[in-house]
């Protein structure tokens, strides 16, 4: 018998991630009132039949975003904070080996994540994520796990451009360093100390670019994957893009490089082969996958064990705060001046006293429907956290700002054939930019003035304001009261920065006023006080000249929305 043959044997790990989940726990859409795809009660009956074929060799990774999308996040973050939080039990139910924080889990604010970290079982990993007074990591840097012999070293890190949205309040106390300069340190440490056979990062940031400066890059998964050598694979998510590739990295070796989007709709699922001889690694393989769960069967042990969660999140989603006197859509928001996003802007004005306001649809399509309005409509209305702001701003600042929204939202018209929209065909299907060029939530339009938009004029040149909204002169030299939410008050987007071209290190000093609460909280007491409300569209903005636009649009129209 060939004794060294004996000592030879093969071991099987099965890594699973999932990422963006953004509150999608169970199979029902407490916004809408219907029936969802996806969700963590189909991801457990994935898992469960994995960890019946692969036993412990199953690896469960949650990589971030999972506190804030639906109102059952919104239930357990800011009414019932007694309870441990939903996303820690249910985590804690799947019984996950590792988890990172994204940037909208931070936007949550430290008394929301602070007890979701305790409240989690497993390791919440954070490699580039500090404490700013003591220069230590904030969360665990990496994780070691063992399977059959094998030394698994997991790395976590959170997108370093956490400044660019979030107000300091929220993360006071933090510094998000590069990521590859922090990947590169803890791999050091790890292959020394630890002398794992197996590394896999687990990262919540997207593929490549986002913002960029000269400290960091918002997405550098890929990056991290090519300069950083020691990763066999890397799970990563934050663009809500679908990805599946092997890098090559700056050493020749392939590393496996996965992204499952959000929604709890796919897994990303990474399976290594590796042959072990006298229980040293000789040899190593790495495939993976995603795969789409939506087929898969709803656990029912998991509903049965959430069942007073969703009875309690119901109860709250139920509650009627008023009535719209109109149905109201998103999509109208795209090609005119509209009453869904006219409502939220004239909303701001009312909340603040503001001179005007920049609002963008945060949906690509929602609508609220004529009659009673309940709390969870209010999460169609407004899908994030945001807070309020008051800024300073003059007169050509505004002008600037809106120029850059309007250069990213719609094409340069040279023809009555040419698309109003600046679209892409490279991003249909793209959960973030569905079919746009950019991303959406960048498209602000503006109420308290009046103004035409010329879509034959090029970038930059094409807003021209004609007055403010109640018949006063519109001054570029006059300083103005302007009301925005907090992601684009930080610098979200660049409107203020690149736009506007307000140095970002004087934006908190522009900042007059903030709301105590998020901008969905102050939406609903001013419905509630209302009653009845009846929402219009200012008509104060137009696309011109009509005689393009309007088949431009109605074109264009057909081709994102089927209509």
């Not at 009414?79 to 949550?108: F, K, M, P, S, W």
């Not at 070691?144 to 300091?168: C, D, F, H, Y």
């Not at 109208?332 to 603040?352: E, G, K, P, R, V």
């Not at 600042?397 to 600046?422: C, F, G, P, Q």
Request: hydrophobic share 40%; charged share 25%.
């Amino acid at each position: 018998m060939n004794l060294a043959m004996a000592k030879e044997r093969i071991v099987t790990l099965r890594f699973v991630e999932t990422s963006d989940v953004h509150g999608c726990f169970f199979p029902y859409d407490f916004i809408t009132r219907e029936q969802k795809q996806g969700s963590m009660a189909r991801v457990s009956s994935y898992v469960n039949r994995l960890r019946g074929q692969y036993g412990s060799n199953v690896i469960l990774l949650e990589n971030g975003d999972i506190l804030q999308g639906q109102p059952t996040c919104y239930y357990y973050n800011y009414v019932d904070t007694a309870e441990a939080n939903i996303a820690a039990q249910v985590v804690n139910y799947l019984r996950y080996d590792a988890a990172t924080i994204g940037n909208h889990d931070v936007e949550t604010g430290h008394a929301v994540y602070d007890k979701w970290v305790k409240e989690v079982a497993c390791p919440m990993l954070g490699a580039n994520v500090m404490d700013a007074r003591t220069g230590r990591c904030y969360l665990q840097p990496y994780l070691m796990l063992q399977r059959e012999g094998v030394k698994i070293a997991v790395i976590g890190m959170l997108t370093p451009a956490i400044s660019n949205w979030l107000t300091t309040d929220l993360w006071s106390g933090l510094r998000f360093d590069n990521m590859v300069a922090s990947a590169r340190e803890c791999m050091a440490y790890v292959q020394e100390h630890e002398k794992p056979d197996v590394v896999v990062g687990l990262f919540h940031s997207g593929k490549e670019g986002g913002i960029t400066t000269d400290e960091y890059e918002e997405d550098a998964s890929l990056k991290v994957a090519y300069d950083v050598p020691g990763f066999d694979i890397i799970f990563f998510g934050h663009d809500h893009t679908r990805h599946s590739s092997l890098v090559r990295n700056r050493m020749g070796k392939d590393v496996l490089c996965l992204d499952p989007a959000n929604n709890a709709l796919t897994v990303a699922e990474a399976t290594i082969e590796l042959t072990l001889k006298d229980d040293k690694v000789v040899s190593r393989k790495a495939t993976g996958s995603l795969t789409d769960v939506c087929a898969e069967p709803i656990d029912e042990d998991f509903m049965t064990h959430f069942a007073p969660q969703i009875a309690k999140v119901n109860t709250f989603v139920n509650k009627q705060i008023g009535t719209f006197s109109e149905t109201i859509h998103t999509r109208d928001c795209f090609f005119d001046s509209s009453a869904f996003n006219d409502f939220i802007l004239n909303m701001q004005l009312q909340i603040t006293g503001a001179d005007v306001a920049f609002n963008a649809p945060l949906s690509f399509d929602a609508t609220i429907k004529k009659g009673p309005v309940c709390v969870g409509d209010m999460f169609n209305l407004y899908k994030y956290e945001n807070q309020l702001y008051v800024m300073r701003m003059t007169g050509q600042e505004i002008r600037k700002h809106l120029e850059m929204s309007y250069d990213l939202w719609v094409n340069t018209m040279r023809s009555a054939d040419d698309h109003l929209l600046l679209l892409s065909e490279k991003t249909v299907g793209d959960q973030q930019r569905m079919g746009f060029k950019n991303l959406s939530f960048n498209f602000d339009s503006a109420a308290g003035i009046d103004y035409e938009v010329n879509v034959t004029k090029p970038d930059g040149e094409k807003v021209r304001i004609l007055q403010m909204s109640d018949g006063r002169p519109f001054d570029e030299n006059r300083w103005y009261h302007v009301a925005v939410n907090s992601y684009r008050g930080n610098g979200g987007g660049e409107l203020l920065t690149r736009g506007a071209g307000i140095p970002r290190d004087s934006l908190s000093s522009r900042i007059v006023w903030r709301s105590e609460r998020d901008q969905r909280y102050h939406l609903m007491q001013e419905i509630e006080k209302e009653g009845t409300v009846v929402p219009q569209a200012n008509n104060n903005w137009r696309f011109v000249p009509e005689a393009w636009v309007k088949p431009a649009a109605a074109k264009d129209r057909k081709l994102l929305y089927k209509e």
